[in-house]
Nanobody, 123 residues
Framework: QVQLVESGGGLVQAGGSLRLSCAAS????????MGWFRQAPGKEREFVGT???????YYADSVKGRFTISRDTAKNTVYLQMNSLKPEDTAVYYC?????????????????WGQGTQVTVSS
C-alpha cells in the first residue's frame, strides 16, 4: 500500500510556472505507475500525464510541451513541472498510483490517490 501527498499548488499568472510534488510513503513510488489528473469545477476528472514503473512518460495533448513529469527515486517523489500556464489549467490536481507496469490514462484504474492540490491561473 502507498500513501500519496501532493503539494506545490497555488495562484500564478498566465504564462507562469508551478511545480507540483507527489510524495509517496509506504512503498517506493518506482514500484508504481504514477499518474497526474486534474478536475476543474463542474468538469470531469481529466488525465494529465503518467510515468510508468519503467520510466515511460505520456502526456495528454492539452499539456504536451508545457508540462513535464519526473521522478526522484531517492526522495520517493514524483513531480509535475507546469510551464506556460493558462487559465484553463485551473483545477485541483491529483496524483495517483497503481501497481500496473503500463501507462494508465483512466483514473478509475488507479488504486491510490492523494488529496489534491489547487492550482489557479489568473488571466
Amino acid at each position: 500500500q502507498v500513501q500519496l501527498v501532493e503539494s506545490g499548488g497555488g495562484l500564478v499568472q498566465a504564462g507562469g510556472s508551478l511545480r507540483l510534488s507527489c510524495a509517496a510513503s509506504g512503498r517506493t513510488s518506482s514500484s508504481y505507475t504514477m499518474g497526474w489528473f486534474r478536475q476543474a469545477p463542474g468538469k470531469e476528472r481529466e488525465f494529465v500525464g503518467t510515468i510508468t514503473r519503467r520510466g515511460g512518460i505520456y502526456y495528454a495533448d492539452s499539456v504536451k510541451g508545457r508540462f513535464t513529469i519526473s521522478r526522484d527515486t531517492a526522495k520517493n517523489t514524483v513531480y509535475l513541472q507546469m510551464n506556460s500556464l493558462k487559465p484553463e489549467d485551473t483545477a485541483v490536481y491529483y496524483c495517483a498510483a497503481d501497481s500496473s507496469s503500463v501507462p494508465l490514462r483512466v483514473g478509475n484504474l488507479y488504486d491510490y490517490w492523494g488529496q489534491g492540490t489547487q492550482v489557479t491561473v489568473s488571466s
